[in-house]
């Protein structure tokens, strides 16, 4: 029989999860394509692969959008004794193209894989050991193989150094160690890719291990509440529901469970939100006037598009911030948002300080975030470092009493987000925006960077955007009011 081909990456698909490989070849249609995160990840693959290719000068390109065609440029190309890009090779069912391909002299080759991470993991150990399976079946000699990935430490001064930004380690040893089950393991796929009927196979950690699956309906036809649902469950949720234990109420008592998680158990069998008046009174108690409650958006470019910034260093580009001087005042926002021309901290940083007094606590949800990127900011801009340094004494984290369950209800299913508590206790929320989430409102302000929209598309964007983080900072007013009513009946 013959075999279907199986490409590199359908191989590391089989090796994450055989129903998704079955699915790939006999049910595509049950497979979503690409949502726009991860395309957007596809596409900063193909930048930082394309500049990875000036490492290697001279190369030749072979790669083409016809199968046949990109076979053909790789066999003609390979007596140029020169940096091949996109070589592809084809032997027995096996099809693998090379991001890079380097001679080294007497018909001797080096893989080269790039990657748009910052270190090498397992899963790219396993990709080049596929490669350099398909280079030998095709009379290739392999003389060593490399993962090429960004250097978190490079920070961009002028043009891209790209000897700078990619960091080079050699993997050959660890893609030795991994070789020797590539045959089996493909054997074995070409199995299932045969077999009439889908490999049964349940959610488990390979569901986002070491990618998310876009498969996502197996677990979308769990029920509400499910145990996948437990409060830092980790490992232990797996365990549970290969015993049958489908639902957090059902947990048995043999289980040791966090005070976090009995909470949340309990919450599940009555149907009521658990609430801690103690801790919420002495929260409420802790804060001072006035109130600035702060969020920030930032986007992490992998290639670094501005002077004094590090690939993924987070930028941030927008702020939200709900004033509230007295109890029982409405508040008053300002606000700030890039307008993706230029580097937005030192403006960012400028309104910010502008709106921001020396006395009162400033309120944000989550504040390791916001802590985290005013001190990158103070070390990019020495100018602010004492301002950035006394603001970081007013932050308190509206999270903590969520965090610690002393508000807890049923609703929250597991989760101290924003998301899910505003909603949990305000009824308030983000259905129905086209920007409802922070990676959502990351990849539109890069593709405004980028240059991806036009004018008019760029106007609708930045009122999303403003939207969606006014709601932020202004959802926490509303947490913070409900959280006084519930120990006082009366809002801060």
Not at 128 to 133: G, K, N, S
Not at 156 to 163: A, L
Not at 252 to 281: H, M
Not at 291 to 312: C, H, K, M, N, W
């Amino acid at each position: 029989m013959k075999r279907k081909l199986l490409s590199k990456s359908k191989y590391l698909n089989g090796l994450q999860c055989q129903k998704y490989l079955w699915l790939l070849f006999n049910d595509k249609g049950k497979v979503p394509q690409p949502d726009v995160s991860t395309q957007h990840v596809f596409d900063e693959g193909h930048r930082i692969g394309e500049l990875a290719k000036s490492l290697f000068p001279d190369g030749i390109e072979c790669s083409c959008d016809d199968f046949i065609g990109n076979l053909n440029n790789t066999r003609q190309a390979l007596n140029a004794n020169r940096p091949l890009f996109e070589a592809g090779f084809y032997v027995d069912g096996y099809f693998s193209r090379l991001d890079i391909l380097n001679p080294i002299g007497d018909g001797i080759w080096d893989i080269y894989e790039v990657k748009g991470s910052t270190s090498v993991k397992p899963v790219n150990i396993e990709d080049v050991a596929f490669q350099r399976h398909c280079a030998q079946l095709a009379g290739l000699e392999i003389r060593k193989c490399f993962v090429v990935h960004l250097n978190n430490q490079y920070v961009k001064n002028g043009d891209i150094d790209p000897h700078q930004l990619f960091t080079i380690e050699d993997v050959t040893e660890l893609a030795d160690e991994v070789s020797d089950f590539i045959v089996d393991r493909a054997e074995k796929m070409w199995e299932i890719i045969a077999s009439k009927t889908c490999p049964d196979i349940g959610v488990g950690p390979h569901c986002s291990d070491p990618y998310r699956c876009p498969v996502t309906w197996c677990r979308e036809c769990l029920p509400e509440h499910n145990i996948f649902n437990l409060y830092r469950g980790g490992k232990k949720c797996f365990d549970m529901f290969s015993e049958g234990i489908f639902f957090v109420k059902d947990i048995p008592e043999s289980y040791k469970l966090s005070a976090a998680q009995q909470i949340q158990q309990s919450c599940e069998i009555s149907g009521k939100p658990s609430i801690d008046k103690q801790a919420i009174q002495e929260f409420i108690e802790s804060l001072n006037y006035p109130l600035y409650y702060l969020d920030f958006e930032t986007f992490s470019p992998a290639i670094p598009i501005y002077d004094g910034s590090r690939p993924y260093q987070r930028i941030p580009f927008q702020f939200s911030l709900h004033v509230l001087k007295e109890p029982g005042n409405n508040p008053d926002h300002y606000g700030y948002l890039a307008d993706g021309t230029c580097d937005p901290r030192p403006e960012f940083l400028a309104k910010l300080k502008e709106h921001i007094g020396e006395t009162g606590n400033i309120i944000t949800y989550n504040m390791s975030f916001e802590k985290g990127v005013l001190k990158e900011l103070g070390e990019a801009f020495h100018e602010y470092s004492d301002w950035i340094e006394e603001t970081l004494e007013q932050v308190i984290d509206l999270y903590a009493p969520f965090r610690g369950f002393s508000y807890y209800h049923p609703m929250q299913q597991g989760s101290a987000s924003i998301k899910k508590v505003l909603p949990a206790l305000t009824g308030k929320g983000y259905d129905g925006m086209d920007i409802g989430k922070g990676d959502d409102a990351s990849l539109a302000f890069f593709n405004i960077v980028m240059g991806m929209f036009s004018e008019e598309e760029i106007r609708k964007v930045r009122q999303d955007l403003e939207k969606y983080c006014a709601l932020d900072t202004e959802g926490m007013n509303w947490i913070v009011e409900e959280l006084s009513k519930l120990v006082s009946g009366t809002p801060v």
